[in-house]
């Protein structure tokens, strides 16, 4: 809550000097004059003006004799008071700020034997509007000084290019970062010159152009390609906003931001996923030409020696065979996940009833398996082949690691203003706690491979997708009695 001291910016007893700190020349000629006003009007023999900041009253202005006051004296005072007391009249008003805050007191004394009357109230009230005025005009121009000072630093301290033009293009204020870009004998020439003065008619239309269209569209931004006058270039993202001053005047302030270093490093990140998908993708099938040969051989070696070799060799045999299945598998699983950036995003209205049945044609589900659809047939809005590919590798997950005779799925769509909340229920073993984080990296499995054959890339998968759309996928369980996958689809 304001109080007093935002006007006098002190709350300790002031001095001559101390008082010319707070107010400006004009504002103690004012108040001068308003005492001085009071006592020839009022025939008074002092005035006083008093500032109430927290402690003891602080006497801003003084003429005449001294009027001694304690903070006792002036309190409860909401009001315009009169007291005669031996032989002097003192008047005492409080000063009531626009923001209905005491700022202190108006006082002066003068011989008990004249009265203060209707008239000279009505005078006194409107030279005491007056000195409010004054003081809320001060407080004003204070906190403008104080804005303006800040905005200042700011700007001086933001090493983006940042400058201000007029609406005939040509630059009234420019920031040290701004200026910093020209040599030393010239940054004193950049104040109200456009920049292109030298430049031919073509090139300076094209360089104002982005500056024309914040002028008369109020906005603009654009990436360009900037040159400094050493003949350097960096790429810039640079927004220009029009605005006007109290009179009416047009401005733009320009702010460029130097994005070449971001740029390079898109880049990079660019180039290595590239080059990451490309290694994936020829790893994953320069490696599965050799694999299926591999397999083909084996099998054709224990089919023509199931006769001849022992029952424990064939067994070794079936174990080599699998193995190659589930390199088969892995293979299959990295190349996939390696395509997800790319995976086509294309938005479709689906209900969860029909991404169940698309999917139940895909995978291979026992035949005891239950699953429940809870959605009443409701479309939602997503991309249909990410979203099926995460549904499929949960189900596929809850399918795998079920130990029920019976397993049981439950496929509900809860209600959410942000998200579509999908939560995939089962009737499995359950995860511990602990294992929450870990199930969803890449190559984890919680079970050995001979027990559960998979490649430990499913859950990544699905999450992947996920937070590409911008999602999260949370899991709870006790680690006895199944667990829960929540995945959050954002709305589009």
Known sequence: MPNANNYIRKTSRLDDMQRS?????????????????????????????????LQTPIELCQRGSKITLTKDDLKNISNTTVNINSNILRVVAPINLTSHVQFGWIVFERQSDIA???????????????????????????????????QLMISELNKDLVCIKDEHFKIVYANDT?????????????????????????????????????????????????????????????????FEDRLGSLYILTVSKDIAEKEQLINKIEAAHSELDEF???????????????????????????????KEHLENFQL???????????LEDLLSYSRINGCDGTLANI??????????????????????INANNQLITIPVIPFKIVISNLISNAVKHNDKKSPIIDISLLPDKNYYVIEIKDNGPGIEPKY???IFKLFQTLQSRD????????LCIAKKHIMNYGGKIEVTSDGKLGSTFTVYWPKK
Not at 26 to 43: M, P, R, T
Not at 187 to 214: P, R
């Open 21 to 53: 700190l707070f107010f400006d020349s004009e504002v103690q000629i004012s108040l001068g004059n308003f005492v001085e006003l009071v006592i020839k009007i009022f025939d008074a023999t002092a005035c006083s003006i008093l500032a109430s900041p």
């Open 116 to 150: 203060f009357t209707e008239k000279e109230k009505s005078i006194f009230s409107t030279l005491k509007n007056g000195l409010i005025n004054q003081l809320a005009l001060r407080r004003r121009l204070l906190e403008a000084t104080d804005n303006a000072e800040l």
């Open 178 to 242: 701004f200026k910093n870009m020209y040599p030393e004998n010239m940054q004193n020439n950049i104040i109200g010159c456009t920049t292109v003065e030298n430049y031919e008619d073509d090139k300076a239309k094209n360089f104002l152009a982005q500056d024309k269209i914040a002028l008369h569209c109020g906005f603009s931004q654009i990436v360009e390609n900037l040159c400094r006058p050493n003949g350097s270039s960096f790429i810039a993202d640079t927004v220009k906003r029009r």
């Open 280 to 310: 994936t993708s020829i790893a994953s099938h320069d490696l599965r030409s050799p694999l299926n040969a591999i397999k083909r051989l084996l099998e054709w070696i224990s089919d023509d020696c199931k006769d001849l070799l022992p």
């Open 320 to 330: 080599v065979i699998n193995r190659t299945n589930r390199m088969q598998v892995l």
């Open 351 to 372: 209900s969860l009833d029909a991404i169940y049945l698309d999917i139940k044609e895909l995978l291979d589900l026992p035949k005891t398996l239950a699953v429940n």
């Open 436 to 438: 929450f984080s870990l």
């Open 451 to 458: 027990d559960v054959e998979g490649s430990g890339i499913g």
